[in-house]
C-alpha cells in the first residue's frame, strides 16, 4: 500500500504490476507519454509488445485473454489510434474475451471542443464494450483499475476501455494501490439444478451445444465426464471446437458455416438441446433457422425443451426463450451437477434410451470421422485436406491454430483440437485476426507449435506484425492461403451474380520473399506433397516463418 507522491502513470503501471500483468500490447502515442515513462523501470517485470498498427495491437490484447482467462492489456494513443483499435474491441465483445483498452485523451481543460484528436469515447465504444470509465484524477486510478478489471472477467467476459486524459497521468498524487480484482462468480441454484435434472431425466435425444468463454482444461474434463455419465452427443458452436476434444468419441462437429447434414439433423431430431456457454448465435443456428419458439416435433406431440446455461442474465431468453435459463459459467455448473447423487430412477428409466442414444452418437461420430477423411478438390493442384491430414497427425496436443476470416478458414474444420484454449478465431468473423493472434498465442505458450492460417487477402490486413514477431523473436509458423482474391466474396457473387465478378480480384506481393525481406523465414509450396518437408524445414528454421500455399 504505496502513501508515496506519484504521478498517474506511474499509479497505473503499479496497478498493473499488483494484478500480475506481464505483457503489454501498444502503439505508443503522444496522449499517454507519462505511462509510457512509468513502464520504463519497470521492464523486468512487464514487457512492451510495440506493434505496428493499433488493430494488431487490439488483436494480439484479445486473443491473449482469450487463451489466459485474464484481461489482455492494450495501450493506444488517442483519435485515430482509438478508431484502430475497434476492430479488435469489437471481436472481444462479440467473442466474450476479457480486454482492458486504455485509451489516451486530450487534456481534460481542452474537452468538449474537438481538439486535436478528440473523441468521445462513451459514443464510440458505448455498444462495443462492457463499460467505459473516464479517469478524472490520478487519485482514482486505483479504484477505476479495479472496477475495470472485475467488469472484464465477471459474468460474460468482454472488453472494458479506460480513458486517460493525458494530464491526469502526468498529474502528482497520493494514491493507496488496491488489491487484485478477482473474478465475481455466476452460480445455479439448487433449485435450478433440480429442473435441470428433470428435464435431463424426461429427455430420450439430448444434444450438448457446447461454447462460449472462460473454457479451461477443467471444463473440458468436466464436459467428457458429464456427457459420458448421461450418454449426451456434444457438438461445439461456431470457432469454439476447442472446447471439447475431438478425439473423444462423444464428438460429433461443429455447427460452423456450413455444417454437415447429418449434425443438422442430430440437432434437430433432439428432445432436449443443452446450450452450455453457447450464445445460440447466427452462425450457429443457421441464421436461427436450427430452433423454432415455441416448437413442435414431426408429430405434433411435444415442443423440445431447451436448457441454456450461460454466465449472463442478459443473454439468456435474449434470442431464445429457454424452458431453463441458468445464469452460471459452464464450469460451475459442471461441478455443480458432478456433486449431485444420482437419482436410481432417472438410471434405471434411462436403460433403453441410454442404449438409442449410444446408437445415436456412434452413427454421428461416424459421419463426423468420414467427413475428416473424405477428399475435398481431388483435382486441385494444392490439395488442402493433404495438407490438414499432415497437421492433424504431427502437430503435438497443445500446438494452437489461429486463423482469420475467408473460406481458407474452413480447412481449420478439417484439423482435430484435443486440449482446450488452442483455437484462436474470432467468431465475429473479422478479417486480419489470424496473424496477430498468432502471435499472442506463442507469447503466452511459448513452448506451444503455434500456426496461423490466413488467406491472401487476410494476411495483408495485418501482415505487417510480422515485424513484431521478428522484433521479439515469436516463431509462428505463418501459412497464407493465397488464391489472389477475396475469395468469400467471390464466391457469393458465384451464387447470387454469375458471371459478373468485380472488386474482387487481388494482385498480391510474392509472400515468401516478403517474410525474407522482414528477415523470417519464407517458402513457397504449390503442391502438398511438397508440404511436409517445407514445414518441418520452417520449424528448424527458429524464427517466424512464412509458407505461401498458392492454391486455385
Known amino acids: 500500500m504505496s502513501q508515496a507522491t506519484r504521478s498517474g502513470g506511474q499509479i497505473l503501471v503499479d496497478g498493473l504490476r499488483a494484478n ?66 475497434m476492430v479488435g474491441i469489437h471481436t472481444a465483445f462479440q467473442d466474450s474475451t476479457p480486454l482492458l483498452l486504455f485509451v489516451g485523451q486530450i487534456p481534460r481543460r481542452e474537452l468538449g471542443r474537438e481538439a486535436f484528436q478528440e473523441l468521445d469515447y462513451r459514443k464510440v465504444y458505448g455498444g462495443v464494450a462492457k463499460a467505459v470509465f473516464q479517469v478524472q484524477q490520478a487519485a482514482d486510478i486505483p479504484q477505476q483499475l479495479f472496477d475495470a478489471w472485475t467488469t472484464a472477467i465477471s459474468h460474460r467476459p468482454g472488453p472494458v476501455v479506460v480513458e486517460l486524459p493525458e494530464d491526469m497521468l502526468a498529474e502528482q498524487a497520493v494514491a493507496a494501490d488496491r488489491e487484485p480484482a478477482t473474478r465475481i462468480a455466476n452460480r445455479p441454484t ?63 462437429g461443429d455447427l460452423g458455416l456450413a455444417p454437415t447434414p447429418h449434425l443438422l439433423k442430430l440437432v434437430k431430431d433432439a428432445d432436449l438441446v443443452i446450450a452450455l456457454s453457447a450464445r445460440l448465435g447466427e452462425i450457429t443456428t443457421g441464421s436461427y433457422t ?41 464450469e460451475t455448473f459442471l461441478q455443480a451437477m458432478a456433486k449431485l447423487e444420482p437419482e436410481a430412477a432417472m438410471e434405471a428409466r434411462a436403460i433403453p434410451a441410454r442404449q438409442l442414444q449410444r446408437q445415436r452418437i456412434a452413427t454421428a461420430r461416424q459421419h463426423y470421422l468420414a467427413e475428416l477423411q473424405s477428399p475435398k478438390e481431388p483435382d486441385a493442384p494444392l490439395r488442402m485436406d493433404q495438407i490438414m491430414q499432415f497437421l492433424r497427425a504431427r502437430l503435438p496436443a497443445d500446438s494452437i491454430i489461429a486463423n482469420g476470416a475467408g473460406n481458407f478458414a474452413r480447412w481449420c474444420r478439417l484439423y482435430q483440437f484435443r486440449q482446450a484454449n488452442t483455437q484462436l478465431a474470432s467468431t465475429n468473423g473479422s478479417m486480419g485476426y489470424g496473424a496477430p493472434a498468432a502471435i499472442a498465442g506463442k507469447i ?43 475469395g468469400t466474396i467471390r464466391s457469393h457473387q458465384q451464387r447470387r451474380f454469375p458471371g459478373r465478378p468485380i472488386a474482387t480480384s487481388l494482385n498480391n506481393p510474392d509472400f515468401a520473399a516478403l517474410a525474407r525481406a522482414y528477415h523470417a523465414f519464407g517458402a513457397c509450396v504449390t503442391r502438398a506433397e511438397e508440404f511436409e518437408a517445407v514445414f518441418e524445414q520452417a520449424l528448424r528454421a527458429k524464427r517466424p516463418a512464412v509458407i505461401e500455399l498458392k492454391t486455385d
Open 20 to 85: 500480475r500483468v506481464r505483457h503489454v500490447f501498444c502503439v505508443p502515442g503522444e496522449s499517454y507519454l507519462a505511462a509510457l515513462d512509468a513502464f520504463y523501470q519497470h521492464q523486468k517485470q512487464i514487457q512492451l509488445i510495440v506493434c505496428r498498427q493499433e488493430g494488431g495491437a487490439a488483436y494480439m490484447a484479445e486473443a491473449y485473454g482469450k487463451l489466459s482467462g485474464q484481461p489482455g492489456i492494450c495501450f493506444v494513443s488517442r483519435g485515430p489510434g482509438a478508431a484502430n483499435a
Open 190 to 252: 439448487a433449485e435450478s439444478l433440480r429442473r435441470f435434472t428433470k428435464l435431463l431425466k424426461k429427455s430420450a435425444r439430448p444434444v450438448v451445444i457446447g461454447g462460449g468463454a472462460a473454457w479451461t482444461p477443467q471444463t473440458n474434463s468436466a464436459l467428457a465426464d458429464f456427457a459420458e455419465k448421461h450418454c449426451l452427443p456434444v457438438a461445439c458452436a461456431f470457432r469454439r471446437q476447442d472446447m471439447f476434444d475431438n478425439t473423444h468419441p462423444h464428438y460429433v
Open 290 to 330: 436450427l430452433f423454432a419458439v415455441p416448437e413442435f416435433d414431426a408429430s405434433g406431440r411435444g415442443r423440445r425443451k431447451l436448457a441454456h446455461i450461460f454466465p449472463s442474465a442478459q443473454e439468456l431468453n435474449s434470442v431464445y426463450h429457454a424452458d431453463l435459463g441458468i445464469d452460471s459459467d459452464a
Open 444 to 486: 503466452v505458450r511459448p513452448q506451444s507449435i503455434v500456426v496461423s492460417f490466413s488467406g491472401d487477402g487476410c494476411f495483408l490486413m495485418n501482415g505487417q506484425e510480422l515485424a513484431t514477431a521478428v522484433q521479439y523473436d515469436i516463431r509462428v509458423i505463418f501459412l497464407v492461403l493465397n488464391n489472389n482474391q477475396y
